[in-house]
């Protein structure tokens, strides 16, 4: 695959493992990004390295939890060495968590009552607050530190662009992820906290809100066991003006616009929609 002539640039991605995060890794190394690969789990950062490097791309794993600073700090001086300073970072790692996911749409008495008589009814009473903490950290304050640690290398070096990930449920909470929705919500407001802080820096600092992409999560609640589509689903695609999911390819553009300094030099605090019209649609 052709490179362009983005030259030494280096980007960093965490969550680069995953479902649209390998994609975006994949398009930086194919524009000619040195790409550091971060995530917890690093046979799968390999797969994606491997990919990389097949077509002839620079690319490097770091096993690394985003929650953890120390982590950061040391996969920071291995990237520092090996690639150099970094110049655009994805904050792509975050999600959800079962656990912290209520089976009820609204409130039931059941979960009230002990785990033995609530029929396994999980609701904001009886919901695990640990879980529910975790899922706040991982997708909140694993934004906040990388943001931190690789954002120094562009304030140091003159600038550089930052990607974080919103989503659907950060402008109005879907049912059910009240911690997922609430962690978004916030990456909306660091995103245009941070844009403003770091402007002087000439750092940009920009969100992609992607609609509903199927992930190996989100598989075994859209779809049945069957293959079939679940309620929540059916739900999802009737709210989808274009009536399917995302692909991950489909936010590259986006990405390359947004970590384009000539196209978009001026462009910073903002969330980009990438969601086949799922924002626009009133639902009735
Ligand atoms: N898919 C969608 O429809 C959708 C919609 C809106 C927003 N988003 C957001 O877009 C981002 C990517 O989503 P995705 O669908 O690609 O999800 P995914 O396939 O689950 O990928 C997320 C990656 O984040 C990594 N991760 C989770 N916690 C981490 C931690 N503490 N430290 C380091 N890495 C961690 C996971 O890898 P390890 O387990 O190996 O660490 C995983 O590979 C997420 O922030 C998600 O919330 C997704």
Same mark, same amino acid.
């Given at each position: 695959?052709?490179?362009?002539?983005?030259?030494?640039?280096?980007?960093?991605?965490?969550?680069?493992?995953?479902?649209?995060?390998?994609?975006?890794?994949?398009?930086?190394?194919?524009?000619?990004?040195?790409?550091?690969?971060?995530?917890?789990?690093?046979?799968?950062?390999?797969?994606?390295?491997?990919?990389?490097?097949?077509?002839?791309?620079?690319?490097?794993?770091?096993?690394?939890?985003?929650?953890?600073?120390?982590?950061?700090?040391?996969?920071?001086?291995?990237?520092?060495?090996?690639?150099?300073?970094?110049?655009?970072?994805?904050?792509?790692? @975050? *999600?959800?968590?079962?656990?912290?996911?209520? $089976?009820? #749409? =609204? !409130?039931?008495?059941?979960?009230?009552?002990? %785990?033995? &008589?609530?029929?396994?009814?999980?609701?904001?009473?009886?919901?695990?607050?640990?879980?529910?903490?975790?899922?706040?950290?991982?997708?909140?304050?694993?934004?906040?530190?990388?943001?931190?640690?690789?954002?120094?290398?562009?304030?140091?070096? @003159? *600038?550089?662009?930052?990607?974080?990930?919103? $989503?659907? #449920? =950060? !402008?109005?909470?879907?049912?059910?992820?009240? %911690?997922? &929705?609430?962690?978004?919500?916030?990456?909306?407001?660091?995103?245009?906290?941070?844009?403003?802080?770091?402007?002087?820096?000439?750092?940009?600092?920009?969100?992609?809100?992607?609609?509903?992409?199927?992930?190996?999560?989100?598989?075994?609640?859209?779809?049945?066991?069957?293959?079939?589509?679940?309620?929540?689903?059916?739900?999802?695609?009737?709210?989808?003006?274009?009536?399917?999911?995302?692909?991950?390819?489909?936010?590259?553009?986006?990405?390359?616009?947004?970590?384009?300094?000539?196209?978009?030099?001026?462009?910073?605090?903002?969330?980009?929609?990438?969601?086949?019209?799922?924002?626009?649609?009133?639902?009735?």
């Amino acid at each position: 695959m052709a490179k362009s002539d983005k030259g030494g640039k280096v980007a960093v991605v965490t969550g680069a493992g995953g479902t649209l995060c390998s994609e975006m890794s994949i398009a930086l190394a194919q524009n000619g990004y040195k790409v550091a690969l971060l995530g917890r789990d690093l046979s799968k950062l390999e797969k994606v390295e491997h990919e990389i490097r097949k077509n002839g791309g620079h690319a490097i794993s770091l096993s690394t939890d985003v929650t953890n600073e120390g982590e950061l700090e040391n996969s920071k001086l291995a990237i520092n060495e090996k690639l150099g300073p970094c110049n655009v970072l994805i904050n792509g790692a @975050g *999600g959800n968590q079962l656990a912290a996911v209520t $089976s009820l #749409t =609204s !409130f039931d008495k059941k979960e009230l009552m002990d %785990a033995s &008589a609530s029929d396994g009814a999980r609701g904001f009473f009886n919901l695990d607050m640990h879980t529910f903490q975790s899922v706040l950290q991982t997708n909140t304050m694993g934004t906040v530190i990388p943001s931190r640690i690789f954002g120094r290398d562009m304030a140091e070096n @003159g *600038g550089g662009s930052i990607i974080n990930m919103a $989503s659907m #449920t =950060s !402008f109005r909470p879907l049912s059910r992820v009240a %911690a997922y &929705a609430m962690a978004k919500a916030a990456i909306v407001n660091f995103t245009q906290w941070l844009a403003a802080y770091l402007a002087p820096a000439n750092i940009r600092v920009n969100a992609i809100a992607p609609g509903f992409f199927v992930n190996e999560r989100s598989k075994k609640i859209l779809y049945n066991p069957d293959g079939t589509n679940s309620a929540r689903g059916e739900n999802v695609l009737h709210h989808t003006p274009m009536k399917r999911y995302g692909e991950a390819k489909e936010l590259i553009g986006c990405m390359n616009w947004l970590i384009d300094e000539n196209a978009s030099g001026f462009v910073t605090g903002i969330v980009v929609p990438v969601d086949g019209g799922f924002l626009a649609d009133a639902g009735v």
